[in-house]
């Protein structure tokens, strides 16, 4: 075997690439068995249900309460897989046992914790699962005491268990067809689901960073940038949420103040890839439609539970576009200079996001010509951005139309950017050429 196709097949994209791909693989394998469904499921389904899970996605073919027992805990362990990374797990496991690792498993690593130094992967590894753990324990106490109220002990304690595990890894599932719109004037489910959503979309390295240093002038310039971006989006996106659809008696026209406080703000938090909704989604208005489309494109933080283009690329873009804007030489923020790589990666990731998008959309267009376009279109984003949110054209999909989906879900959690690497593997070259002009704008 040539040097050349030794280092595709060892690369941290293809090593990524096919773990999750085994994930998939035997999550569907779990899924097939009787005991995991009331109603039989296809191969495709279960494929479909699978990738959702392990993608932390959401969108389903087959309505979760169609699976028993065994088949939802399946599915939550492979959301808790999916979130966490597997590689977390794997390099969790290299240190649990002692064990270095070599350079071929520190690149491998680093590629899961986006660029960590290999000094601090075992502490990140270490840190994920802590994280994940204490917050995950927290949230299953608060939502299992909501959920009491509504139903049974047992039942509230499943609820809680499978909600917690969701809505932490951003991923949308629900036990029913209706999601969590039965609990829409539920404010405690509301305020610990979103509470969930939020920080699993922070990103561990800012976790990590805000439980070690807790004082604003000492945390990383990663970690101010997410959390002053997150908190911008989310307020907007809530004041916005609630002048578009106060008024609407398709979504929360008919709610009293509180409850449409409430709503609009859960419309704002989970199209950051959580996926769960509280209104009816294809019942919101056409402005609302492209905020929560733009909102979905975002996504959350590097290094989380959540997808998207993330909150640092749509950052540095901003920066970019104002630093151009003002014939500016280099792009800065709090006093310091984002790298010229930095700002490469993030317009190549907006390119190969957008292209992926187009693609999508037109394939889609063509095989799924019956449906509407802006039923595609907010299809194809929710599947790229690993987001869950659905207009009701996932169970109306072809076999055809479910296998692009499930591709889109696949690259968006795998992230556009290693995808492309996987597929034209990045040479270095010593070579300078001389410059050009070439018309833009």
């Excluded at 040097?3 to 690439?17: A, D, G």
């Excluded at 604003?216 to 310039?221: G, R």
């Excluded at 409430?262 to 509280?278: D, E, K, L, V």
Aim: net charge positive; hydrophobic share 50%.
């Amino acid at each position: 075997m040539s040097n050349k196709k030794m280092s595709l097949l060892t690369s941290p994209p293809m090593i990524l690439s096919v773990g999750f791909l085994i994930v998939i693989t035997i999550g569907t394998c779990l899924l097939m068995l009787p005991a995991s469904s009331i109603k039989p499921v296809s191969w495709l389904q279960a494929a479909f249900t699978a990738t959702s899970a392990v993608t932390v996605t959401g969108l389903a073919v087959v309505d979760t309460a169609n699976y028993t027992r065994l088949g939802q805990v399946i599915i939550a362990f492979l959301i808790q897989v999916g979130g966490l990374g597997f590689m977390t797990f794997a390099v969790f496991a290299f240190m649990s046992l002692q064990r270095r690792l070599n350079i071929a498993g520190q690149k491998i690593a680093r590629e899961a914790f986006a660029d960590a130094s290999f000094g601090d992967i075992s502490s990140t590894a270490k840190s994920v699962i802590a994280i994940a753990l204490t917050v995950e324990l927290i949230g299953f106490i608060f939502l299992s005491i909501f959920f009491a109220k509504e139903m049974p002990l047992s039942e509230a304690l499943y609820s809680g268990f499978f909600y917690t595990i969701s809505a932490f890894n951003n991923a949308g599932f629900g036990l029913n067809n209706d999601n969590l719109m039965p609990y829409a004037h539920n404010y405690g489910i509301n305020i610990t689901v979103t509470s969930l959503i939020i920080i699993g979309g922070l990103g561990f390295i800012v976790l990590k960073d805000l439980i070690e240093n807790r004082k604003w002038s000492k945390i990383n310039v990663n970690s101010k940038i997410m959390l002053g971006a997150t908190a911008a989006l989310n307020i907007v996106a809530f004041v916005l949420f609630w002048l578009l659809e106060h008024n609407n008696p398709n979504t929360m026209g008919n709610f009293p103040l509180g409850d449409q406080l409430i709503a609009s703000w859960f419309q704002a938090i989970t199209p950051r890839t959580a996926g769960f909704n509280t209104v009816p989604v294809e019942g919101l208005t056409d402005a609302s439609t492209v905020l929560t489309i733009f909102l979905m494109f975002i996504g959350g933080g590097s290094v989380s539970t959540a997808s998207g283009i993330k909150v640092g690329t749509f950052v540095i873009l901003l920066l970019t576009t104002w630093a151009f804007l003002r014939q500016r030489d280099h792009v800065t923020i709090f006093e310091r200079r984002i790298p010229d790589r930095l700002v490469r990666k993030s317009l190549a990731l907006i390119s190969i996001t957008m292209m992926l998008i187009f693609l999508s959309v037109f394939i889609l267009s063509v095989i799924e010509a019956q449906h509407p376009f802006e039923d595609v279109l907010f299809e194809v984003v929710s599947a790229l951005g690993t987001v869950g949110l659905t207009r009701g054209l996932t169970t109306r999909l072809s076999s055809a139309g479910e296998i692009v989906i499930m591709f889109m879900m696949f690259a968006g959690r795998l992230g556009p950017l290693t995808l492309a690497y996987l597929i034209a593997m990045p040479k270095s070259t010593r070579v300078n050429y001389p410059e050009t002009n070439v018309l833009v704008g």
